[in-house]
């Protein structure tokens, strides 16, 4: 046994890892420690939007580690994080932030920063998910999440959350009441469910439901905020205005890091000590996010992020056309996922044989979450490789 795979097995198991061990990257391409390039469509999940050794994340960290303040804790007061606060409520909805390290953590504070806006009524405690969602893998976002396999070896789970079909109207009206519900959370664009886009009018009827019930709308934008989908937040691209919104993936720029936005109403009602972070809004975390965030929110980025996603739209649609197998096309932006009529594990290996990196979104997607700096000639040329797989 090598000293590699000795090192590997130290690691819980708890992930279905491939082969390659990753040394280095560049632009949109992670590099194996043997020297082999691969083309990126995963960017971590949807983590590192400006790809791999970016100048502009670099500097920042040098100077993040220039000052020797890591950490301080939330006792004292940094300017990274007031900044880049202040920076998030300037181009949002939003009156107040807070920081925390992970999108499971941003969705369970707001959970409880929705049950706090509810005031003195005790019955008033439900949360409402809907069918497809992913929110995480602690308790509470576990029970927010469509996933029985994740769902049932940890039964019994948070009580008070119910999922819901977003497309049964009887349903919701059932579940959204004025008596029971604190909060409705909802991805715009369902990553880990399938990339399903949900459609304007059923988020707006999710509005107006919180509204006649007076609960909370969350916005879940984990995965599909932060220019993802072609403008700064999912939500802008729908008409409605949640009262909170989650983040993370994007938002550290591959440091942990995640945050709930939240309107005056919600703020206005949670008191000190209601909830707490340790490493939140740290100051080397904060001072690089922010640093990446200004290059999110250029308007020419988010014009440029537009153009390759309608691009690939065009692309995928073509690529429909020509193989039988795929059964559908979806997504926004550089957010995309492609449906086959077969599991697409196989194609997956295939893909990471010929050096592109792609993933699932359930049994029978493939997902595409290409770097937000992909440029057409690296995504026709990724497309081309997926497509020889097919």
């Not at 090192?7 to 632009?27: E, I, K, N, Q, W």
């Not at 590192?48 to 670099?58: A, D, I």
């Not at 340790?278 to 922010?290: E, I, L, R």
């Amino acid at each position: 046994m090598t000293v590699m795979s000795q090192s590997a097995d130290a690691l819980l198991p708890v992930y279905r890892r491939a082969g390659a061990c990753f040394t280095h990257g560049d632009g949109c391409e992670l590099i194996a420690e043997d020297g082999t390039r691969y083309l990126d469509f995963v960017a971590g999940i949807a983590v590192n939007p400006l790809g791999y050794n970016h100048p502009v994340l670099r500097d920042a960290i040098a100077r993040a580690v220039e000052t020797g303040v890591l950490h301080t804790s939330n006792f004292y007061r940094t300017a990274p994080g007031e900044e880049f606060a202040a920076a998030l409520v300037d181009h949002s909805f939003a009156s107040h932030v807070f920081f925390c390290n992970s999108g499971a953590e941003a969705n369970e504070g707001a959970f409880k920063f929705a049950r706090r806006a509810m005031g003195p009524r005790p019955d008033k405690r439900d949360i409402v998910a809907l069918s497809g969602s992913f929110h995480g893998r602690t308790f509470a976002a576990l029970a927010a999440t469509d996933r029985p396999q994740y769902r049932e070896p940890f039964a019994p789970l948070v009580p008070g959350i119910t999922i819901v079909n977003p497309f049964d109207d009887v349903a919701l009206e059932r579940a959204i009441t004025a008596l029971r519900t604190a909060a409705v959370i909802v991805e715009p664009v369902q990553g880990e469910g399938g990339v399903n886009v949900l459609p304007p009018a059923v988020l707006q009827d999710l509005r107006e439901l919180c509204n006649e019930a007076e609960a909370a709308l969350i916005f879940d934008e984990i995965q599909c905020g932060l220019g993802r989908t072609g403008t700064l937040f999912a939500y802008e691209q729908t008409g409605v205005v949640p009262d909170m919104v989650t983040l993370a993936k994007s938002l550290g720029a591959g440091l942990p890091m995640g945050a709930i936005l939240m309107n005056e109403r919600v703020a206005g009602a949670v008191r000190a000590g209601d909830h707490g972070t340790t490493f939140g809004g740290g100051p080397f975390v904060a001072t690089v996010a922010h640093a990446q965030f200004q290059v999110l929110a250029d308007p020419v980025f988010l014009a440029g992020v537009r153009q390759r996603g309608e691009w690939t739209a065009a692309r995928l649609g073509e690529l429909k056309a020509r193989r039988a197998q795929v059964t559908a096309v979806r997504g926004l932006g550089l957010m995309w996922g492609i449906e086959l009529a077969e599991p697409v594990q196989p194609v997956i290996e295939r893909a990471f044989e010929h050096r592109l990196l792609v993933i699932a979104a359930g049994p029978n997607v493939i997902r595409l979450l290409p770097p937000l700096v992909i440029s057409e000639s690296e995504l026709e040329h990724g497309l081309s490789i997926l497509e020889q797989c097919l």
